[in-house]
């Protein structure tokens, strides 16, 4: 590895792929004491496999499958991403129209001219679906309605990052003395990820909004020399990227609306850079200050 002597300073974190807007950044980040991340895309690699396909009574599988793909025809959610792969028919985003994207629920699009929702049982409650009885997937199940009528769902599986759990322990030796894990995804897959990072809190089922409040609990909680630091893909958390001390986006090619509301910004997805980032912070604040 490389001797951390041979960086300082914003231009040492540069070099390491992390772009810091600012010194006053630098010297925040070498008091980091508390580490919220979320967690798809950016702890899991956000790329969802289509595990099962379990359609209603009466529905072809696969118009489950392309209907649910055309109306995520336009989202850069992983989960619209990761549904357009799994979709094998050809898709002409031109058979879709109106389309809406509810942070936290899922997409309500029309698609040749019928109604498609897509997205998890809070927003299948919000039209007034009643799901059929819980087959209790371990997972993530992204539920399909087709024209108000309850059309079946996916089970789809995320894996973790291979430097995640690495990550979580690094910034333990590194004093930081707290880990959170923020996410909107159910509470079973937040359990077992939660738990296969040694990550010591975590929060599941949460709105875009929800997040925002815990990180206004935390931050109350926090002693007023610690900083607390948010890592994101910038997927519905740009206002938790603001809200934070320091707001960390990581893929520097995921959104405009991250690396907008970043502080820091990280060039690949590696959730390790934030450990390293914080080394590099101390280094050079130890020199300056
Ligand atoms: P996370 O907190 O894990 O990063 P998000 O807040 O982006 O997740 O989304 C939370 C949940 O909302 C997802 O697990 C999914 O159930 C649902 N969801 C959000 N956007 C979409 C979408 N474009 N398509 C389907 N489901 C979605
Ligand atoms: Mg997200």
Redesign the pocket.
Same mark, same amino acid.
């Given at each position: 590895s490389i001797p951390l002597s041979f960086f300082g300073g914003i231009g040492g974190a540069s070099r390491c792929g992390i772009l810091v807007k600012g010194s006053t950044y630098l010297e925040e980040l070498s008091r980091t004491g508390i580490v919220v991340f979320?967690?798809?895309? =950016?702890l899991t690699r956000?790329v969802f496999e289509v595990a099962e396909i379990h359609p209603a009574e009466g529905v072809n599988p696969d118009t489950l499958v392309e209907a649910a793909a055309l109306a995520e025809s336009y989202s850069n959610?992983?989960i619209a991403q990761s549904l357009r792969r799994a979709c094998k028919a050809p898709l002409d985003p031109a058979r879709v129209s109106n389309v809406e994207e509810r942070g936290g629920y899922g997409i309500t699009a029309q698609v040749d001219g019928r109604t498609v929702a897509v997205g998890n049982a809070r927003l299948m409650e919000s039209l007034g679906l009643t799901l059929p009885k819980s087959d209790s997937a371990v997972g993530t199940v992204v539920h399909v309605a087709l024209e108000g009528r309850y059309a079946g769902s996916l089970a789809i599986r995320d894996t973790l990052k291979p430097t995640s759990a690495k990550a979580i322990a690094s910034l333990r030796k590194a004093g930081v003395r707290k880990t959170v894990m923020l =996410?909107?995804d159910n509470e079973a897959t937040a359990r077992a990820v939660a738990g296969e990072l040694g990550i010591s809190e975590y929060h599941a089922g949460l709105l875009p909004g929800d997040k925002v409040d815990q990180i206004e609990t935390l931050l109350a909680q926090k002693s007023p020399k610690e900083r607390l630091a948010f890592v994101?893909?910038?997927?519905?958390?740009a206002p938790v990227l603001s809200r934070a001390d320091l707001g960390i986006a990581m893929g520097a090619l995921g959104s405009d609306a991250a690396i907008e509301a970043a502080d820091i910004v990280l060039m690949d997805d590696d959730p390790a850079r934030i450990a390293l980032a914080i080394q590099i912070s101390r280094r050079t604040c130890s020199i300056v200050y």
């Amino acid at each position: 590895s490389i001797p951390l002597s041979f960086f300082g300073g914003i231009g040492g974190a540069s070099r390491c792929g992390i772009l810091v807007k600012g010194s006053t950044y630098l010297e925040e980040l070498s008091r980091t004491g508390i580490v919220v991340f979320d967690k798809t895309g =950016t702890l899991t690699r956000g790329v969802f496999e289509v595990a099962e396909i379990h359609p209603a009574e009466g529905v072809n599988p696969d118009t489950l499958v392309e209907a649910a793909a055309l109306a995520e025809s336009y989202s850069n959610h992983p989960i619209a991403q990761s549904l357009r792969r799994a979709c094998k028919a050809p898709l002409d985003p031109a058979r879709v129209s109106n389309v809406e994207e509810r942070g936290g629920y899922g997409i309500t699009a029309q698609v040749d001219g019928r109604t498609v929702a897509v997205g998890n049982a809070r927003l299948m409650e919000s039209l007034g679906l009643t799901l059929p009885k819980s087959d209790s997937a371990v997972g993530t199940v992204v539920h399909v309605a087709l024209e108000g009528r309850y059309a079946g769902s996916l089970a789809i599986r995320d894996t973790l990052k291979p430097t995640s759990a690495k990550a979580i322990a690094s910034l333990r030796k590194a004093g930081v003395r707290k880990t959170v894990m923020l =996410t909107g995804d159910n509470e079973a897959t937040a359990r077992a990820v939660a738990g296969e990072l040694g990550i010591s809190e975590y929060h599941a089922g949460l709105l875009p909004g929800d997040k925002v409040d815990q990180i206004e609990t935390l931050l109350a909680q926090k002693s007023p020399k610690e900083r607390l630091a948010f890592v994101g893909d910038g997927i519905n958390d740009a206002p938790v990227l603001s809200r934070a001390d320091l707001g960390i986006a990581m893929g520097a090619l995921g959104s405009d609306a991250a690396i907008e509301a970043a502080d820091i910004v990280l060039m690949d997805d590696d959730p390790a850079r934030i450990a390293l980032a914080i080394q590099i912070s101390r280094r050079t604040c130890s020199i300056v200050y």
